[in-house]
């Protein structure tokens, strides 16, 4: 983990290979990146040493035809724009002692999912300092972080430029995102591990334990299995967004296959979740234990070296029913199902990057749940997002 060559998205992912097939040991080339942040600027810090620093400043504009009933947030109405990316990362990649800090503001769209404006999601989440951590990191087979991680599971990050879509999936809303903790990560070969004990879902309560293990078969193909759990039972609500106290009470088992070879990048994987009855009576949310079982299909195709096409495609589906004491993990329902559709073409010329989304929700939702139609509670939703900025 000492060579300066690397940049803050590269060193700032290290289970990357789960959705790239490359090791986040070495990750240097504009392919790693869905969006490709353009070399850091450098500079020299004194005792500190060299520092890396890099920014992303972005704007998006929605429209969705069925909105979310009830509300006063932004997903309530049929459309609105704000800030998706604001913010700088600075980062100190060499030596034995490094580190790595994100500031600013930022937003997250979740299909199928309401969402708040800029101000209130980065309030209500993870604060104007989203991620940081201190790392020892005694040789390059081995390291080890301590402070605000980016979690260990799941095949699509937190911020809209570390993704190949503009909007997380479905998938995603069963994952968490951010939590506080201490991660161990080894590399060595074809295998990448990394193993943590953190708050979970942003929870401040230390009781979830995590990790990864991904074995690179060749330099195409790569398998990887990730999990997680909480130890005990979390019934209160740290962050008022983030914090989802259902999920944050979850065992969790993400296992899928990427395959990256000339211009395409394909990464099937399946997902399983279970929240146990103790848990859910506790929080006053059912009797029954109940869980999810989703699978999804995201890929990227360069068609140019500027011009690239993503699309995603999910199935999830929440146990029980609305009657046998099952709770609602999905926010469609105890026994409903769920699919969606997306497609994102993106532009990207150096710094700069345009793109286009559009994607279907359709769900067998349970009674009394829905979103709001023009003739009551409808069980789609298509959306349609732009977003453009710049890197540096």
């Not at 983030?242 to 969790?252: H, R, V």
């Amino acid at each position: 983990m000492k060579n300066s060559k690397k940049t803050f998205s590269s060193r700032y992912h290290p289970i990357f290979l789960a959705m790239l097939a490359v090791s986040p040991f070495a990750m240097d080339n504009a392919e790693a990146d869905p969006l490709a942040l353009p070399s850091p600027l450098t500079f020299n810090a004194g005792p500190l040493g060299t520092l890396n620093v890099q920014g992303v400043a972005s704007g998006y504009g929605v429209w969705q035809d069925n909105k979310f009933p009830g509300s006063s947030f932004p997903g309530s109405k049929s459309a609105s724009a704000d800030i998706s990316n604001g913010m700088v990362m600075i980062s100190k990649n060499s030596g034995l002692v490094q580190f790595a800090v994100q500031a600013g503001a930022y937003n997250v769209m979740t299909l199928g999912a309401n969402y708040a404006s800029t101000g209130t999601f980065t309030q209500d989440t993870f604060g104007a300092l989203p991620t940081g951590y201190i790392e020892i990191a005694p040789n390059d087979h081995f390291n080890v972080q301590i402070g605000k991680l980016f979690t260990l599971i799941g095949a699509e990050y937190t911020f809209s430029y570390q993704n190949w879509n503009i909007a997380r999936g479905l998938l995603w809303g069963q994952e968490n995102a951010v939590n506080k903790g201490i991660q161990l990560n080894y590399s060595a070969g074809p295998i990448t591990a990394a193993v943590s004990w953190n708050d979970g879902f942003y929870s401040n309560r230390f009781n979830w334990m995590s990790g990864m293990v991904s074995w690179a078969l060749d330099r195409q193909n790569t398998l990887f299995v990730q999990g997680g759990g909480n130890l005990g039972h979390t019934d209160y609500a740290y962050s008022s967004i983030a914090t989802t106290p259902l999920q944050n009470n979850e065992a969790i088992v993400d296992a899928g296959y990427t395959y990256s070879g000339g211009n395409l990048v394909v990464t099937p994987y399946m997902q399983y979740t279970s929240v146990p009855a103790s848990a859910i009576q506790a929080l006053g949310a059912g009797t029954k234990t109940t869980s999810t079982l989703g699978g999804a299909i995201l890929a990227n195709y360069s068609l140019t070296d500027k011009i690239s096409l993503a699309g995603r495609v999910e199935y999830i589906s929440n146990s029980g029913s609305a009657t046998d004491g099952s709770a609602n993990l999905t926010g469609f329902g105890a026994g409903s199902h769920a699919w969606s559709l997306t497609a994102t073409p993106t532009y990207q010329d150096g710094g700069f990057f345009a793109r286009a989304e559009l994607s279907y929700v359709k769900a067998s939702m349970a009674s009394g749940t829905g979103f709001a139609g023009t003739s009551g509670l409808a069980k789609s939703q298509v959306r349609g997002i732009v977003e453009t900025g710049f890197m540096f």
